[in-house]
């Protein structure tokens, strides 16, 4: 009776190895949403070491690494009109090291902090679409509606969301009594007005009684 081998591979906690040459590197644009012309401390690690790390896309500059491969560049935020989050990629490379340390990174990008864009315009007693954007997410948004020094109504729009603290809802120009003259509209994460909060947007805008 003829008999036969067969090889039996057993599997057990085997170990995978990148391919010589791949990239380790690692690229960082810390938060996940920042907003237009706001400093944005790039870092990077798994480089070769003291090595320029070549950085573009969406923002740009150059890098060296120190001792360990890793590097720290300050670059500043690429410009965005969205109140939704425009995304900026970043690509980073090493020049004249290992060609395979090439690396991008992703952020979102909102038009500014506290953004908002105040459909004051139109009929105050009015319902209108609200949309904000770099806002403390998690945290409510309100309106402050001031006129002749007073605070008429301290307005909850409602919370902020997601990274980059984004809202959209449906609310009143003016969600108090529309007194003609010149008012200002206070936007923080406080309940209650204060003229020292920060951060907070303000906005004027005049009330006119329309003669028919």
Not at 53 to 63: C, E, I, R, W
Not at 91 to 115: F, I, M, Q, S, Y
Not at 189 to 194: N, P
């Amino acid at each position: 009776m003829k008999r036969s081998l067969v090889v039996v591979l057993a599997v057990s906690g085997m170990a995978v190895t990148a391919p010589a040459g791949a990239s380790a590197a690692a690229l960082d644009l810390g938060p996940a949403c920042t907003y237009s012309g706001a400093p944005m401390p790039v870092s990077g690690s798994g480089f070769t070491p003291n090595m320029t790390v070549m950085l573009s896309g969406s923002a740009s500059g150059t890098a060296t690494t120190d001792a360990t491969g890793s590097f720290r560049a300050p670059l500043v935020a690429p410009a965005s009109s969205s109140l939704t989050g425009r995304t900026a990629t970043v690509r980073a490379a090493e020049v004249g090291g290992n060609p395979a340390n090439t690396t991008t990174a992703k952020v979102k990008v909102v038009k500014d902090l506290l953004a908002t864009n105040a459909p004051i315009q139109g009929r105050p007693s009015g319902v209108t679409r609200w949309r904000f954007a770099g806002f403390q997410p998690g945290r409510p948004i309100y309106g402050h509606y001031r006129r002749g020094g007073r605070t008429l109504r301290n307005y909850r729009f409602g919370v902020a969301k997601g990274p980059c603290g984004t809202l959209s809802v449906r609310a009143r120009r003016v969600p108090a009594t529309s007194r003609p003259g010149h008012w200002t509209l206070q936007l923080d994460q406080r309940s209650s007005y204060h003229r020292t909060t920060e951060p907070r947007r303000t906005i004027t805008f005049t009330i006119v009684r329309r003669v028919r």
